[in-house]
Nanobody
């Protein structure tokens, strides 16, 4: 089992920045795909960004490229999502995710563990 602890999120005006962090613990193994999905009211969950903890390969959904950056934290199995130039359409519940067998990318069905979620609200 893997446990995920999220922090960050909140409310910001359009153009502002927020940072999300996630720490994974438990049976994490040597390498993980850690990332973030988001879900806005009435919409399906969307893969936002993902990083492989060994190798550093990253994935971003097109709508956040150039604005969001996912990176590994100083502690093992921690990741940070730096979100800049936020837009109202970024408003959603953001979930930290872990996939151990194959990275999820845009596929929610590949996610094995989900965090509880943290709200990001961007006002215009």
């Amino acid at each position: 089992q893997v446990q995920l602890v999220e922090s960050g999120g909140g409310s910001v005006e359009a153009g502002g920045s927020l940072r999300l962090s996630c720490a994974a613990s438990g049976s994490t193994g040597p390498s993980l795909c850690m990332g973030w999905f988001r879900q806005a009211p009435g919409k399906e969950r969307e893969g936002v960004a993902e990083i492989v903890t060994v190798g550093g390969y990253t994935y971003y959904v097109d709508s956040v490229k150039g604005r969001f950056t996912i990176s590994q934290g100083n502690a093992r199995n921690t990741v940070t999502l730096q979100m800049n130039s936020l837009k109202p359409e970024d408003t959603a519940m953001y979930y930290c995710t872990v996939a151990t067998w194959i990275c999820a990318g845009a596929r929610a069905d590949r996610v094995e563990y989900w965090g509880q979620g943290t709200q990001v609200t961007v006002s215009s």
